[in-house]
């Protein structure tokens, strides 16, 4: 997997081939063919590993405690932080760009990372309203704005190549904060978990 991932991630989907995983992961192809099935599947299950790191931050159970505020800066920095590293950057360039020859590409990465993502934070916002923390009534839907709210320009600066400023993305996620909660937050409380 992670042999895999390393490709997908340098050279992108069309240059990856099968054979070299393989050797740099010192198994044969049909290691590779037995486990994932074809190339495609090997796609999908390195882009879910990659995700995985990112997942914990949505995680219920790991969620660190405290106010639905600390817990939202902590999930937006840590996104930002996630898509803002180099090899994201270039993947997700990649990807785009082999989009274009081939929509499949595309939408199985929507649908091993960001669509997966999307879940497992809207299962977070919708267990925070549960828990009386939110008022939301489409968790889809608010996750979407957290996200569109605290990636901003940062996210489009940092595609084309501009130095983001840790201080503007602190700014930004803040301010993202401040506008999901007096949107959403139940009571015009902060409580703790």
């Not at 082999?98 to 919708?126: N, Q, Y």
Request: net charge negative; with cysteine.
């Amino acid at each position: 997997m992670e042999a895999a991932a390393r490709s997908f991630f340098e050279d992108g989907y069309a240059a990856s081939s099968i054979e070299k995983i393989a050797a740099d992961a010192g198994v044969s192809k049909v290691t590779i063919y037995n486990n994932f099935g074809d190339k495609r599947a090997l796609f999908t299950a390195a882009v879910e590993l990659e995700c995985e790191k990112m997942r914990g931050h949505f995680s219920i159970d790991e969620m660190e405690r405290g106010s639905i505020r600390d817990r939202l800066t902590v999930i937006g920095k840590g996104m930002f932080a996630f898509l803002s590293r180099p090899e994201m950057i270039q993947f997700e360039r990649r990807i785009a760009a082999e989009t274009e020859h081939d929509a499949a590409i595309g939408h199985t990465f929507l649908k091993a990372g960001p669509w997966r993502m999307k879940k497992a934070f809207s299962a977070f916002l919708a267990h925070a309203s549960a828990n009386g923390e939110l008022t939301i009534s489409d968790p889809d839907l608010a996750a979407e704005q957290f996200v569109s709210m605290c990636k901003g320009m940062g996210d489009l600066e940092r595609r084309f190549g501009a130095d983001v400023l840790p201080e503007d993305s602190d700014r930004r996620i803040a301010g993202a904060v401040d506008v999901f909660l007096a949107a959403y937050q139940s009571g015009g409380r902060d409580s703790p978990a």
